[in-house]
């Protein structure tokens, strides 16, 4: 939270009086510092979860933790929707410096009531030694992570250049397609969020839930399939089509990943959340990266059916992947089971 809060104070630091040459690395290094400070508390919460599960043990802690990370994860999703929204009406209404200062007063206020609240010692742990042990994670975890990069990056290759380009090339206007965007990621955290209850879960927390995964990212790889089927008909309202079926993506992709959200707490070692968590999200930005770099160049060389095609072929990686997740958590280190 810190961080966050100096990520405000320094943006808001910039003047359009500036040079170019000085403006645009302050601009650049106020973001980069705003986003390490949000996936640190993203998976500093993750493992704090992880922590306070492995602490209450019982004969529901499994589906107690699946709840927990499904409501975790959606509703910081949906407030992420909220913030484009508000975020613009901040702008509209107080202007751009004023609305950092808010956001960083609001925070510091949060900070407080952290620093008051939270035990201090909560999820302290031994770091690694070394890079090696760093990243010598369980089976479970590192297939995981490809998983996470495969699937993110499906997500991206048409969701952030490919479906705006599109819409507004229909007809949308920059406030429809911004607010549109806006509105989904809102419906798919609350979908995310609400995900336990479509999943079937199980004693163990992981052999019903791992095929649960493995259904729901074939379901969600023939979702780009059929869009691009549908939109080669030449509908009328091919804008309507798009919306459709990103609409029916979202809710199979918000499930996916509220399912992997929980499996990475499943596999990861209680001692060592934080470290196994960060390695995932790290998968997570690697698979963003590729897949926003992949949606502006297939998008200049085969339009909205490259950018599906390129969806889908992720997704065929991410279900492969998840067929060899394994139906039982085993600690670092461990031997493999003999046959």
Request: charged letters at 10%.
């Amino acid at each position: 939270l810190t961080t966050q809060i100096s990520g405000f104070l320094i943006l808001s630091a910039e003047s359009p009086s500036w040079v170019t040459a000085l403006l645009v690395p302050w601009v650049v290094a106020a973001q980069g510092i705003c986003g390490v400070a949000k996936d640190l508390t993203k998976t500093a919460s993750k493992s704090a979860i992880k922590v306070t599960e492995a602490d209450a043990k019982g004969a529901n802690a499994n589906t107690r933790l699946f709840r927990w990370v499904a409501w975790f994860t959606g509703s910081k999703n949906a407030m992420k929707g909220f913030g484009f929204l508000l975020g613009g009406a901040l702008l509209e209404l107080i202007g751009f410096r004023p609305a950092l200062w808010l956001m960083a007063g609001a925070l510091a206020l949060v900070l407080v009531g952290v620093v008051a609240s939270l035990p201090p010692m909560l999820g302290k742990a031994k770091s690694s030694k070394s890079m090696k042990e760093l990243f010598a994670k369980n089976r479970g975890v590192n297939l995981l992570a490809l998983a996470r990069v495969a699937l993110f990056g499906a997500r991206d290759v048409w969701f952030v250049v490919g479906v705006p380009v599109f819409l507004y090339a229909s007809g949308w206007t920059f406030i429809m397609v911004g607010g549109f965007l806006a509105l989904w990621t809102i419906g798919y955290g609350v979908v995310q969020a609400a995900a336990p209850a479509v999943v079937t879960r199980s004693p163990d927390g992981l052999s019903r839930e791992v095929p649960a995964a493995r259904w729901w990212a074939l379901a969600l790889a023939l979702v780009p399939v059929a869009m691009a089927g549908w939109l080669a008909l030449a509908p009328p309202h091919a804008d309507f089509v798009l919306v459709a079926g990103l609409s029916i993506f979202g809710f199979a992709f918000a499930v996916n990943s509220s399912l992997h959200s929980y499996l990475i707490l499943a596999y990861a070692g209680s001692e060592k959340a934080a470290e196994d968590v960060g390695f995932y999200y790290a998968a997570n930005a690697a698979g963003r990266f590729i897949g926003t770099l992949s949606s502006g160049l297939l998008y200049q060389v085969g339009g909205i059916y490259a950018c599906l095609g390129g969806s889908a072929l992720m997704l065929a990686i991410c279900f492969g992947t998840t067929l060899l997740l394994p139906l039982h958590a085993q600690p670092m280190g461990a031997p493999a089971p003999s046959r």
